[in-house]
């Protein structure tokens, strides 16, 4: 290995470094965020997934679990804390009755409303980080 690809590992090694830190500090912050307003994580990211399909409000426990990447049985027991928190109502799909949908409550969504604008900068940041990280040193 040349000193200049030595140097070239090096700065990669720290656009990762940099990238992981943002990334954490990111995921912090979201936690904190969401703990102020008095939900979970996991909670603020459920109500996001219910939003998060084109041409739709709702998702399917499916959907979630898989934006979630958990088991749907985990799913539907984070769907339940958060139908008695008054954040979102099941609804049975008219198209296929096998099918659950989570939709969202007028609670749930001023909640997360609140929650996206606060995560807007943090956003702006991690995507520089990203940019940063991504990029091969000559």
Known sequence: MTNNQGAAEKQRFEALS???FRLR???RFSEDAAREE???VLQYQLMLHTQ???GRQWASIGEIAERLQAQP???VALVSRCE???LVRRKASAV???QVE???LAAGRKKLARLATQHADQLSELAIAVGLANRTPD
């Open 52 to 54: 998060g399909f084109p």
């Open 96 to 98: 296929d009755r096998r």
């Open 38 to 40: 008095g939900i979970t």
């Open 84 to 86: 008695e928190a008054g």
């Open 25 to 27: 500090s990111f995921l």
């Open 102 to 104: 989570v939709h969202l």
């Open 18 to 20: 940099d990238f992981r």
């Open 73 to 75: 049985h985990g799913v």
